[in-house]
């Protein structure tokens, strides 16, 4: 594509990623089943639990709409004071892949190695596998985030194995 986009991520970017992450996987899913599980549970035995019962329901029911996005936040706010994200890195979308450069380090991803792209409204998403990832905010792409969700995909499916 020949342009080259800044990217650097914030504490909201980090997190946004990671809740969706989270919540999207099948662990997440159950995590938020249990949670109305616990509500229930806690609002039709309120009468007749004991009040050890009741905190352990509390705890339950308040897992996945509080205590997790905590979680994720504390940790997102940690991972982008990590020495790599603190500096912006430059992305550029070329034939042979995805060129990633700081400072004078330089990594290309082959579009073999990415694995899924999904665009969202705050963020395009690169999966290189199910656990890592590549945040692109979309206030970075300098308008241009339509274009490249579109080049991405495109070369990843030519580069399907």
Same mark, same amino acid.
Request: charged fraction near 30%; charge should be neutral.
């Given at each position: 594509m020949g342009k080259r986009y800044e990217i650097q991520l914030t504490r909201g970017d980090m997190f946004r990623f990671q809740l969706r992450h989270t919540y999207t996987s099948i662990a997440g899913i159950v995590t938020v089943l249990l949670s109305l599980v616990g509500v229930y549970m806690l609002v039709s035995k309120w009468n007749v639990a004991t009040d050890t019962y009741k905190i352990a329901l509390l705890f339950v029911a308040l897992y996945a709409p509080v205590v997790?996005?905590?979680?994720?936040?504390?940790?997102?706010?940690?991972?982008?004071?990590? @020495? #790599?994200?603190?500096?912006?890195?430059? %992305?550029?979308?070329?034939?042979? &892949?995805? !060129? /990633?450069?700081?400072?004078?380090?330089?990594?290309?991803?082959?579009?073999?190695?990415?694995?899924k792209i999904i @665009? #969202?409204?705050?963020?395009?998403?690169? %999966?290189?596998?199910?656990?890592? &990832?590549? !945040? /692109?905010?979309?206030?970075?792409?300098?308008?241009?985030?339509?274009?490249?969700?579109?080049?991405?995909?495109?070369?990843?499916?030519?580069?399907?194995?």
């Open positions: 997790e996005p905590v979680r994720l936040f504390l940790r997102a706010a940690q991972q982008v004071k990590s @020495p #790599t994200l603190a500096k912006a890195i430059g %992305y550029e979308f070329e034939e042979e &892949g995805v !060129i /990633l450069t700081q400072d004078t380090d330089r990594v290309v991803i082959p579009w073999e190695r990415v694995s @665009p #969202t409204r705050s963020a395009i998403y690169m %999966y290189l596998d199910k656990v890592r &990832g590549y !945040i /692109l905010p979309v206030r970075n792409l300098q308008g241009d985030e339509q274009k490249i969700a579109d080049y991405m995909m495109r070369m990843r499916e030519a580069h399907k194995e």
